[in-house]
């Protein structure tokens, strides 16, 4: 049994007995779950090796053995490469922070100049077949589930529009069931109406699901892979199609096999060995861009935060500190990429972290099912769907575009039109 | 004396175009007023929001716009943008920009020289970035460019004149002004460029990243017209290798 998981187990009373004992076994008794890597019915396999190249890279990377030299070589060399990059990560590299945050503002400043991208999230439901013990979607945890109608999409993007917002990123919980693919795309069709730039955060489809999605109007998919260590992620996700590692790494070539322009990537650090976690993050980014590199890639970096019926979730090792040293090297060593900063940051972290490194953040954020205008407007709303963590920085768009000018960047809402 | 800078039946009297993919309002008046910028470039895709950072809110009056098609990835797209923007009401100047490269952002000719075609047809002045490559900008001329804009270094790269020697020959064999784009980090890069007989240098970069944004604006300036001016005047001998020698070579000869 894997002590470090019991935090996140929690018995809803609500629960029938059948369902609770099913959920035990699960967590108790690894031979009651399918294989990790085993494709389950309907997904495509595609001919990629960007997995094992990840996986053997993070198999062999032993960060205890940098020293502070490798650092400084790594921070003296123009381009940085792989070997440097592992060396940036490593806890040698704790003592440069400073040095690493100049040498990543300045790879930040050269390719992105003082621009920072706004834009907001909206779940448009919490419905999940899934049992990831960290997550506050899990089909276990005893939270009101809401899906929104076509028409409650329309009104709750309405209100994110007039607050001047341009781009949106739609998310599910992953179920297909509740959630299919055509009512992503319908809802894709309405985002078109009051947004310039879309992108979404659901389930790993196929390609020619992506196709479909991308001629609804979405340009960019985000898929988080949560560990890329299939061991750890094996006992974290129990239950569910996303339990399947293999398809869930290959989302993003999908997505630009499917047409796609860009795509996210992130581990959700804290589950795992984050060191690991942000080199084979940065290595999945890496390999794919020499593989497609018209594709517009950018990086994310969550930490674990608490959800509920769990307060106890936390980033474990993950602190401040660590996080903004993964993020330089993610900078330094890849330049070109976007890093964006959620708002599971608090409002101070991410002040200082767009100064140096992230050039996207959202703002104006609700992680909840339809509660926008009560965020927004202080319209109640009675049915609100329950979030999927606790957010951190609550500024609404107009509160970040000052705080950003006042930080001396340049907010931008878009930058790209449909021609 | 007089030396005006011709392009697409406009004159203009700075030789200092500046790019506008890094922008603030800051940096903006700085190229104008202390740069003399009258030529910037403008990304399209970045022009057309509604809110305030709209960044045709800031470019003043009497500056020349020169829309780009960044963010197209071929011909196709590059030409749909540009008539997009003439549809805005940015006029018939464009600069055509095609990546098919996020990391470096690197042109490509080939879609460069056919976009290019297809708008030099429409009555567009037609300004492609380009990798210098001669063939492709002997292919740029017959396509009907109106001049030809050649990357120093990768964008954003400060690293100068990389190129030198291929920038040469361009402005050596091309009967179109050569516009250095990409890459001047330093004044003294323009310079040398202009030295050369390049027709006018792009930056951003160099200037947006600057630790005073108007000195430096005005430090490309004072550079430019310093090469523009050497290169009219003639340069003086440079020599190779070695002193002159003293008694010549060829002085047995009757």
């Not at chain 1, 990790?36 to 190249?53: F, H, N, R, T, V």
């Not at chain 1, 959700?268 to 993050?281: E, H, I, M, Q, V």
């Not at chain 2, 990391?103 to 300004?127: C, H, M, Q, R, S």
């Amino acid at each position: 049994m894997d002590e470090e998981n019991q935090v996140y187990f929690v018995d809803s009373d609500k629960l029938p007995p059948k369902a609770l004992e099913r959920k035990h076994r699960l967590e108790q008794d690894p031979s009651f779950r399918t294989d990790p890597m085993k494709y389950m019915e309907g997904m495509q396999a595609i001919d990629s090796d960007i997995k094992d190249k990840v996986r053997a890279a993070m198999d062999h990377f032993d960060y205890d053995s940098y020293t502070a030299k490798d650092v400084q070589r790594a921070l003296s060399c123009e381009t940085c490469s792989i070997e440097d990059f592992k060396a940036l990560l490593s806890p040698a590299a704790a003592p440069f922070l400073e040095q690493m945050a100049r040498k990543a503002e300045r790879a930040t400043k050269d390719h992105f100049g003082n621009t920072v991208y706004i834009f907001t999230p909206l779940y448009i439901a919490n419905y999940c077949q899934n049992y990831c013990i960290y997550c506050g979607f899990n089909c276990y945890n005893n939270i009101h589930r809401k899906k929104l109608s076509l028409e409650e999409v329309d009104h709750e993007m309405q209100v994110i529009a007039k607050s001047g917002m341009e781009e949106i990123l739609i998310l599910t919980g992953e179920s297909r069931a509740y959630s299919d693919v055509e009512y992503i795309g319908e809802a894709v069709k309405i985002a078109k109406k009051y947004f310039r730039n879309i992108g979404i955060e659901i389930y790993p489809v196929n390609v020619d699901e992506y196709k479909y999605l991308h001629e609804c109007g979405v340009d960019y998919v985000t898929v988080f892979q949560e560990t890329y260590n299939p061991v750890k992620y094996e006992t974290l996700h129990l239950m569910g199609r996303k339990r399947v590692w293999p398809y869930r790494f290959d989302a993003q070539e999908r997505a630009l096999m499917g047409g796609m322009r860009g795509a996210g990537f992130s581990a959700l650090l804290g589950l795992d060995d984050f060191r690991k976690d942000a080199l084979a993050t940065a290595l999945h980014v890496y390999y794919l861009n020499r593989k497609y590199p018209a594709a517009e890639l950018s990086l994310s970096c969550p930490r674990l935060r608490p959800i509920v019926n769990n307060e106890k979730i936390n980033p474990r090792d993950v602190g401040e500190k660590e996080l903004c040293q993964i993020l330089c090297a993610y900078r330094i060593f890849l330049p070109f990429a976007g890093i964006t900063v959620s708002s599971r940051e608090s409002a101070s972290f991410r002040n200082g972290i767009t100064k140096i490194c992230a050039t996207k953040i959202s703002a104006g954020v609700s992680t909840g099912i339809g509660d926008h205008e009560e965020k927004y407007e202080g319209i109640q709303e009675e049915d609100a769907g329950d979030e999927q963590f606790e957010i951190n920085d609550t500024r609404s768009l107009k509160q970040m575009y000052e705080d950003m000018e006042k930080g001396g960047l340049q907010p931008v809402l878009n930058d790209y039109i449909y021609v | 004396m007089k030396d005006p800078f011709v392009l697409g039946g406009k004159e203009f009297s700075s030789r200092f175009i500046l790019g506008s993919g890094k922008y603030n309002l800051d940096l903006i008046k700085a190229a104008v007023q202390q740069g003399g910028a009258q030529i910037i470039t403008l990304a399209l895709r970045r022009a057309n929001t509604k809110e305030s950072e709209n960044i045709l809110d800031y470019i003043p009056e009497g500056v020349t716009l020169l829309p780009n098609t960044s963010g197209a990835r071929n011909a196709e797209e590059a030409v749909r943008i540009a008539r997009l923007s003439r549809a805005m009401g940015c006029g018939d100047f464009v600069k055509v920009e095609i990546m098919r490269d996020t990391k470096y952002l690197f042109p490509d000719n080939d879609e460069t020289v056919k976009a290019t075609e297809i708008l030099a047809k429409e009555g567009f002045v037609v300004l492609p970035y380009m990798n210098p490559d001669l063939n492709a900008a002997r292919d740029l001329q017959s396509a009907g460019a109106a001049a030809v804009m050649p990357l120093a270094a990768p964008i954003g790269s400060n690293k100068g004149l990389a190129t030198k020697e291929m920038i040469q020959i361009l402005i050596d064999e091309i009967d179109l002004p050569i516009i250095v784009d990409a890459g001047i980090g330093k004044p003294s890069q323009a310079c040398e460029a202009m030295e050369m007989g390049a027709a006018a240098i792009m930056a951003n970069t160099a200037i947006a990243t600057a630790g005073n944004v108007p000195e430096m604006a005005e430090a490309f300036k004072l550079a430019i017209e310093a090469g523009r001016k050497a290169y009219l005047t003639g340069m003086g001998r440079v020599l190779a290798r070695g002193g002159s020698a003293s008694d010549p070579l060829t002085g047995f000869l009757r």
